[in-house]
C-alpha cells in the first residue's frame, strides 16, 4: 500500500493549526488520521481509531495528561482536533486495576473524565490505546490484515509474515477485556511494533506519528504481498445466462421483497445502492459465493451494518422477470428465516433482554451483476455497499492463501447485539416516511418546492422533476436527504420513463409521486383555439396519466402499496370564467384519480388529490396579483385573503395536505381542499 505521508502537506497543517492554538502533536494526530481514514481498505465507517498521548488544560487551566482519542461519530477522513476528545489519562490507567467492567461502566468512566463534557463519546477502543505506553497509537481494520486473520490457522500464519514484530492478540470482543488482554500481550514483550488482533484488525505504534503511520503501512503491504505472492486463483465461476436483466430491472423487486412488514399494508422500506466492479464480479459469480456467505463478516463490527453476511441471488436472465422477482421473495424468505433462528438460537444462551432486529438482508450479491447495499436511507444503502466492498477485498484475500474463517456467528451476535449498540438504534427512530422515494413533478416550482422540502423533512429521498434540470437540481439541494434533480417534460411519455428510470437507479424504485406540474391556458371556451386546449390537456391531464402509469408500474413489482397524489385545483370543481381551457383537464384529472383509486386499491395503492386555488407561483404571479387585485379594487393582501379565513394560503399549505395524504394510511379517492375557505367551489 502506497505510503501517502508528504513532509509539505504535513507541515502546512501544522502551521494553519498553529494559527488556531492547536499544537504540532495534535496536528499530526489529525494528518496521520486523515490519511488513514481516507483509504476504505484500512479504515471504514468507524473501523478504527487513533490516539495521541499528551497534556492539556482544563477550563479552570489545570494541566492534564491525556489522552486525545478518536470520538464516536467523526470520520477519520476529515476529522478534525474536537474528533479527538481529551481524557484524562490517570483515570484510564487506574481502570487497568479493575477485574471487570461493563461497557456502559466504561463508557460512563470515560466520560466523566472528559475534559470537555460536551465531547463525543470516547472510542469503545479507548483503553487499548491508553494502555499502550506510546504517544502515538493507530488502529485500522485493514482488508489485508483482515486476509492473514480470518483463517483457522491465522496465528503461524502472522507469525510467518511478520515474525517478532508484532504480537499477536487472540479474538476478545472490543472494551475493558480486550484492552487488559493487549496490553498483557504488550508487556510480555515491549520491542514488539504492533499489535495484531485476531479477526479483527492491527494496532501500530510510535513515538511519533510519522513512524506509527509509517509502521501501519508497512504491515499492511507485508500482508498484501504475502497473498499477492503465494495466493492462488480464489474463484470458479458458475455458467451465467446469456443475455443478462440490468441491475434497475431488478432493483424494485428486491427493494419490494426486502421491505420490512408492519401489518395491514405497512413497511418499513428500503432504499438499494447497486456497485459492480471485476473483482466483485469474480466474487459473486464464485461457484463458492453461497456457502461464503454462510460462513459470516470479515471483521466482527462489519455485522452492524450488513448482519450475519450477504444474501447470494442467482443471475436474473434477461426477458424473465418475474419469474425473477420470485426467486428474490423466495430468497428473502429464506433470509429472513436463517436469520430469526440465529436470533432465537443465540438470544437462548443467556437471559439478557434483547429485541430482535428486522430479519431483511442489507447486502445482496447477484451473480452476473454485482452488488447491491440495502437500507433504511440512501446513507445506510451506501455504508452497506461500501461494507461489502471492503468484505470482497478481504475475503478474495483469504481464499486466495487458504480458506476463510471469520468468527462463528454466536460472536458477531454479541457484537450486532451488543447493549451500547441497541441504546443507539433506540435513539435513532425512522421518520414517518424514511426508506420511501417520493417523485415530484414541477418540483422547481412554488408547490412542488414546498412539497419536496417537507417531504424530505420527513424522511423521504426525493426525484425533484422539472422541465428546469437546474431549477430541480437547485431544489433538489435544498431538500436534502440525497435527493436528486431531473429536467424533464412531462408530456414527453420517453421522458417521464427516463425520469423513473433514473429514480430507479439511484433508489431501488419510488413509493409516492405528487404530480403537480401544471399550467394555465386561459380564453372563452366557445372562442378557444382547438390547439390551446389540446395543449393543455396534455399537460394537465395526459401528463398526470403519463406519471401514474409509471408509478404503478413499480409498484407491481414492489407490491408494497404506494401512493398517487394529484394537484388539481378548484377549477376542477368549480370553473372560473375563462378558465375552461384549464378546468376542464383538471377535472379529467380529478376523476383520474379516483379512477386509479379504484383500479388499483387491491394493489395497496392509494390515489387522492389536493384542489389547492389562489397560491402565489408560476401560475399566479406577483404581476397577476397586482392586476386582479386592482380589477377588483381591493389590496393585494384583501385579494390573497379573499377566502373565509381571510389568509392568504401558501405553497406550503398545499405542501401540507399532500404530506397528509401520504400518511393517511386509510385514505384513498379523497379530495382535500386547501383554499382557506370557499364555500362556492365547496366538494358536493
Ligand atoms: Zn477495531
Not at 451506501?382 to 462463528?408: N, Q, Y
Request: aromatic share 8%; hydrophobic share 45%; glycine share 10%.
Amino acid at each position: 500500500m502506497h505510503n501517502l505521508w508528504n513532509d509539505k502537506e504535513a507541515e502546512k497543517l501544522v502551521s494553519e493549526y498553529a494559527e488556531k492554538g492547536v499544537d504540532r502533536d495534535l496536528a499530526l494526530r489529525v494528518y496521520t488520521t486523515r490519511l488513514l481514514g481516507g483509504e476504505p481498505r484500512l479504515v471504514l465507517h468507524g473501523g478504527g481509531n487513533t490516539s495521541l498521548k499528551t497534556k492539556a488544560k482544563d477550563i479552570l487551566g489545570q494541566e492534564w495528561d491525556v489522552l486525545c482519542v478518536k470520538g464516536s461519530g467523526w470520520d477519520m477522513g476529515v476529522i478534525e482536533p474536537p474528533g479527538l476528545p481529551a481524557v484524562k489519562m490517570e483515570a484510564l490507567l487506574a481502570a487497568r486495576q479493575l477485574d471487570s467492567l461493563s461497557d456502559e461502566a466504561m463508557v460512563a468512566m470515560q466520560r466523566a473524565n472528559l475534559l470537555d463534557p460536551y465531547a463525543p463519546n470516547p472510542s469503545i477502543e479507548t483503553l487499548l490505546h491508553a494502555f499502550l505506553p506510546h504517544k502515538f497509537v493507530d488502529h485500522t481494520h485493514s482488508t489485508a490484515i483482515l486476509a492473514l486473520v480470518d483463517q483457522a490457522d491465522s496465528e503461524p500464519l502472522c507469525r510467518e509474515v511478520f515474525g517478532k514484530r508484532v504480537g499477536f492478540v487472540p479474538y476478545i470482543k472490543p472494551g475493558f477485556e480486550l484492552a487488559k488482554a493487549a496490553a498483557d500481550i504488550y508487556d510480555a514483550d515491549p520491542s514488539v511494533e504492533g499489535l495484531i488482533l485476531d479477526k479483527h484488525g492491527i494496532f501500530t505504534f510510535a513515538a511519533t506519528a510519522k513512524e506509527a503511520y509509517d509502521l501501519m503501512i508497512e504491515f499492511v503491504t507485508m500482508a498484501g504481498d504475502h497473498v499477492a505472492k503465494n495466493g492462488k486463483k480464489p474463484f470458479t465461476s458458475v455458467a451465467l445466462p446469456q443475455a443478462l436483466a440490468r441491475p434497475e430491472e431488478i432493483a424494485p423487486y428486491l427493494r419490494g421483497a426486502a421491505a420490512i412488514p408492519q401489518g395491514e399494508g405497512s413497511f418499513g422500506r428500503m432504499v438499494t445502492d447497486f456497485r459492480t466492479s471485476p473483482k466483485i464480479l469474480d466474487y459473486v459469480n464464485a461457484d463458492t459465493a453461497e456457502e461464503l456467505a454462510t460462513r459470516g463478516v470479515s471483521t466482527p463490527d462489519l455485522s452492524i451494518r450488513i448482519k450475519t453476511g450477504p444474501m447470494v441471488l442467482p443471475a436474473p436472465e434477461a426477458g424473465k422477470l418475474e419469474e425473477y422477482g420470485e426467486t428474490i421473495r423466495e430468497k428473502v424468505a429464506d433470509f429472513s428465516a436463517r436469520y430469526c433462528d440465529y436470533f432465537e438460537t443465540n438470544n437462548a444462551r443467556d437471559e439478557v433482554e434483547r429485541t430482535m432486529l428486522d430479519p431483511m438482508p442489507r447486502l445482496v450479491l447477484v451473480r452476473g451483476l454485482g452488488l447491491f447495499g440495502l437500507g433504511r436511507s440512501a446513507k445506510e444503502a451506501k455504508v452497506a455497499a461500501d461494507v461489502g466492498e471492503m468484505l470482497v477485498e478481504a475475503v478474495t484475500g483469504a481464499e486466495a492463501i487458504g480458506s476463510f474463517h471469520p468468527l462463528p456467528l454466536s460472536d458477531l451476535f454479541e457484537l450486532e447485539y451488543w447493549s451500547l449498540e441497541q441504546a443507539k438504534l433506540a435513539a435513532n427512530k425512522p421518520k414517518p416516511l424514511s426508506g420511501q422515494v417520493t417523485l415530484v413533478t414541477g418540483g422547481a416550482g412554488a408547490i412542488g418546492a414546498a412539497t419536496a422540502k417537507l417531504f424530505a423533512s420527513q424522511g423521504s429521498h426525493i426525484v425533484v422533476v422539472d422541465l428546469d434540470e437546474e431549477k430541480a437540481k437547485a431544489v433538489a439541494g435544498e431538500a436534502g436527504n440525497a435527493s436528486i434533480g431531473v429536467g424533464a417534460d412531462v408530456t414527453d411519455p420517453a421522458a417521464v420513463r427516463a425520469a423513473f428510470d433514473r429514480a430507479v437507479e439511484t433508489f431501488g424504485g419510488v413509493d409516492i409521486i405528487v404530480s403537480n406540474a401544471g399550467a394555465a391556458w386561459q380564453g372563452k371556451i366557445g372562442e378557444l383555439d382547438d390547439a390551446a386546449l389540446r395543449k393543455s390537456f396534455e399537460l394537465n391531464f395526459f401528463a398526470h396519466q403519463t406519471v401514474a402509469q409509471n408509478a404503478v408500474r413499480l409498484f407491481e413489482k414492489q407490491k408494497t402499496g404506494g401512493v398517487l397524489l394529484f394537484n388539481t385545483s378548484k377549477q376542477a370543481v368549480n370553473p372560473g370564467a375563462n378558465f375552461g381551457a384549464y378546468g376542464l383537464p383538471k377535472a379529467a384529472t380529478l376523476f383520474l384519480s379516483r379512477q386509479y383509486a379504484l383500479d388499483y386499491g387491491a394493489l395497496g395503492v392509494r390515489s387522492n388529490a389536493v384542489n389547492a386555488d389562489r397560491i402565489r407561483s408560476g401560475l399566479l404571479t406577483d404581476d397577476m396579483i397586482a392586476s386582479r387585485a386592482q380589477a377588483r379594487g381591493v389590496s393585494e393582501k384583501d385579494y390573497m385573503g379573499g377566502n373565509l379565513l381571510g389568509h392568504e394560503v401558501r405553497a406550503e399549505d398545499v405542501a401540507q395536505a399532500f404530506l397528509n395524504h401520504a400518511l393517511a394510511e386509510r385514505t384513498t379517492a379523497d379530495v382535500t381542499t386547501v383554499d382557506g375557505g370557499n364555500i362556492a367551489a365547496v366538494l358536493r
